[in-house]
């Protein structure tokens, strides 16, 4: 028994170092879709928002660009920074659950239409929009820091 015992874990660890997938229960492949699903709405929620506050941001960039308008550069920084926390958070959320998910051991739930993922389509948008408001960001930090305090 021990040998068998032996052989078997054996087996487990090349199929792990070959990339072997293993097929997941129904309830896990589902509770993965949840996850990415609930993700997605967070990420389309947060880059709805993260856009009204860039543009804000951009707006009091130019008026201290504007020597003649009052610059309020500290308070945007600090706004633009909490953005960026919140941005990383929600950014890091998405992509664990992506990762979560294995779409090859789910294929017999998706083949009989008794789970319904997000096609990839979808993460690939995601993960470019919310790379580039990454760096919208990024950018935006640094010309406010340029003005601030």
Known sequence: MRSG??????????CLAAGCQTQKSRASCQQ????IKATTLASSAH????????QAANAALEACKDLTQTCA???????TLALRAEHEAVEGAFRRAVEVYQ???????????????????????????????????????????????
Not at 5 to 14: Q, T
Not at 73 to 79: E, F, G, I, S
Not at 117 to 146: F, V
């Open 5 to 14: 015992l032996s052989l078997a874990a054996a087996c487990a660890v090349l």
């Open 32 to 35: 993965d879709v949840e996850r």
């Open 47 to 54: 880059l709805d928002a993260a856009n009204i506050e860039l």
């Open 73 to 79: 550069a500290d308070v945007w920084l600090a706004r």
């Open 103 to 149: 779409p090859d051991a789910c294929v017999p739930y998706v083949q009989a239409y008794s789970l319904n993922p997000l096609p990839p389509q979808t993460y690939s948008a995601y993960y470019s929009r919310l790379s580039e408001t990454g760096m919208q960001i990024d950018q935006l930090i640094a010309a406010l820091a340029h003005f601030a305090g």
